[in-house]
């Protein structure tokens, strides 16, 4: 039972941060290939970064799994009356709840915008379809959340991973790649993240913000401290492979991906129709997950307040997230994530030295 529960919990974490801005490569492009820091300081911002990044998933994972198996919480306010003082408490209460319903609407946008690229269907047609699976799957509770993250989050993982093997291969034979031409979209020299350090702590900042309303619901379900510990572990080194492979496909198509919405699905259709079907699936499994997560954890922190059932409170949230998620997806994460990111730097700090008080 330790066992399945903390591969449920790593699975859980990859589902939580692993959504269409993640796989897809399009927070990656936003976040890690700034031209200007490559023409500053050469390769090394780049690998750097993405080194770093990784090994704060690592760290937080573990801190985020153990902090909630010893509060013993069932939402993220139960987590953050713990991490910070009322006035702040109160402030960072309402943050988590923005950020979540936001990242949940730029799940459905990405999912809106995977099934037009793929399958010639409406962008809304996409938001609908998946907007319904999230309500369905949500309404199963706690277990029908761990099991929609264990099924999904293996084929999540394993796709980036296969495209780099094969990104890599072809490149060692010397295959002739794309032409690395295009449009940058101007969103590569963003002012909200003017250098690579503060790039990889603002993407681990926002990421960290919706793992704890996940991580924090299940902290009555977690049996031990050391279960909780090894299932954020797990996570975090599954979350920095997948990392690292994405961005070594990003960076060897450079620019003949960047100017795509989906970056990823785009480096993916160079390898063959199987592997871009392949990676399609993964893509909205990535999405549904973190829109399942998303669900669940605001149900769980707004029920409280709520005069309607947990499914009637579901539909309701998923309702008015189809609404922003039609401005479209590139533009959401390139906005959003960065703010939140700033906003969430305070209670990546309180987490941090909870954690290092045991």
């Not at 699975?11 to 941060?17: K, L, P, T």
């Not at 750097?48 to 919480?73: C, D, I």
């Not at 209460?93 to 099934?115: E, T, V």
Request: with cysteine; aromatic share 10%; hydrophobic share 55%.
């Amino acid at each position: 039972m330790r066992k399945n529960r903390m591969l449920e919990l790593a699975a859980s974490y990859v589902g939580a941060v692993v959504g269409a801005g993640f796989a897809s490569g399009q927070e990656q492009v936003h976040f890690f290939f700034p031209m200007r820091f490559q023409l500053e300081a050469g390769a090394l911002p780049l690998g750097s970064g993405v080194l770093s990044a990784g090994l704060l998933f690592v760290l937080f994972g573990a801190a985020l799994a153990e902090l909630a198996y010893r509060y013993q919480t069932s939402s993220s306010r139960d987590f953050l009356e713990k991490l910070v003082p009322w006035p702040l408490c109160a402030i960072y209460d309402c943050l988590m709840i923005s950020f979540i319903f936001w990242s949940f609407s730029i799940m459905l946008a990405g999912s809106g915008m995977l099934f037009k690229q793929t399958m010639g269907a409406s962008q809304m047609t996409g938001i609908l379809l998946t907007a319904v699976f999230t309500v369905l799957a949500a309404a199963t509770g706690i277990d029908g959340l761990l099991v929609v993250n264990l099924i999904m989050s293996p084929l999540m993982v394993a796709m980036p991973v296969v495209v780099a093997i094969l990104t890599t291969w072809k490149r060692a034979q010397g295959f002739l790649m794309p032409v690395s031409t295009g449009s940058s979209r101007g969103i590569l020299a963003s002012a909200l993240t003017p250098s690579w350090p503060l790039s990889a702590l603002l993407y681990v900042s926002y990421n960290v913000l919706l793992a704890v309303g996940v991580f924090a619901s299940m902290g009555k379900n977690i049996p031990d401290k050391v279960t909780a510990r090894q299932g954020g572990l797990l996570g975090g080194i599954s979350l920095m492979f997948f990392l690292l492979a994405i961005q070594s496909v990003l960076a060897t198509y450079g620019r003949s991906v960047f100017s795509e919405e989906l970056p990823m699905l785009k480096a993916a259709s160079y390898h063959g129709l199987l592997i871009a079907r392949g990676y399609s699936l993964a893509l909205w499994f990535a999405m549904a997950t973190t829109s399942v997560c998303s669900v669940f954890a605001l149900s769980q922190r707004l029920s409280r307040h709520a005069s309607i059932s947990k499914l009637g409170l579901m539909v309701a949230i998923t309702a008015v997230a189809c609404l922003p998620a039609q401005l479209g997806f590139a533009k959401l994460v390139g906005t959003v994530y960065p703010l939140i990111g700033y906003l969430g730097l305070p209670v990546l700090g309180s987490i941090l030295l909870q954690f290092l008080k045991t």
